[in-house]
């Protein structure tokens, strides 16, 4: 029924990375601290966030409760998938020190519409179209995903308390992130991220994992470049030692 449009989606989502890994290293995406003028409305960034990321976790649980050969196997993936999402849409929105802050709904329109064929590739997919049976919990693939998951959300959410605490207590105000993660990169958030989803790429052991993982870095990889710039050009004493988004290598 869906396999034709399943198709197309990932189709569409590899271009996209391909396009978005270009443009972002010549067009900062526009919010946070390089939000500017031109990019038209706009709404709060808490909001933006809800509606940007509440495809993701509404289509994967529907083509997970819509499957009629569920095992142990998927509930691990929709529990992990959830995991990372409903905190990321129902959470975070209401945590960050930015919420009230502008975002400009063309970019809220564009992460909507990758949300969408993302949780459709990956809901559709892993849950209708791969076969996974209660043995897989013990391949290569799952033991090592898992691993690589289950670091990179760790990773990830400590960035992203570590952040907030930071900027609460400076009132709201850009500083140095010092300790941890943060003394080898500037955006231990962003490489969390990466991790978690080449996790999800080797556990599911699929086509949609990988184009997941694949435009997780394409988008964020860009970003973090940028945003290590920013706060060399800010911050006369920054670490020099300090790389972007991988340790010890860029």
Not at 49 to 62: D, N, R, V
Request: with cysteine.
């Amino acid at each position: 029924m869906y396999i034709n449009l399943y198709q197309l989606s990932l189709f569409l989502i590899f271009c996209f990375a391909v396009l978005v890994f270009i443009l972002l290293f010549y067009i900062p995406a526009p919010y946070g601290k390089f939000m500017r003028r031109g990019w038209g409305p706009s709404v709060k960034s808490g909001l933006a966030w809800m509606i940007m990321e509440f495809p993701s976790p509404f289509l994967m649980a529907y083509f997970f409760l819509t499957s009629t050969h569920k095992n142990i196997v998927h509930y691990v993936f929709i529990l992990m998938w959830l995991a990372h999402y409903l905190y990321r849409t129902f959470i975070y929105p209401f945590m960050q020190s930015g919420r009230k802050k502008p975002y400009p709904v063309v970019v809220v329109l564009m992460a909507v519409i990758f949300n969408v064929l993302n949780g459709f590739v990956n809901g559709y997919g892993v849950f209708h179209l791969y076969s996974y049976d209660k043995s897989w919990l013990f391949s290569w693939q799952f033991i090592a995903g898992f691993v690589l998951f289950a670091s990179g959300f760790i990773i990830n959410k400590t960035a992203d308390s570590k952040m907030m605490h930071l900027r609460n207590n400076n009132s709201g105000e850009y500083v140095i992130p010092r300790g941890w993660l943060f003394e080898y990169i500037s955006s231990p958030h962003y490489f969390g991220e990466i991790v978690e989803w080449c996790g999800w790429a080797i556990m599911t052991f699929s086509l949609p994992g990988l184009a997941f993982a694949v435009f997780t870095f394409a988008n964020l990889f860009p970003r973090a470049i940028a945003s290590h710039k920013w706060y060399r050009q800010h911050f006369s004493d920054y670490p020099s030692g300090r790389k972007a988004v991988i340790p010890f290598i860029i």
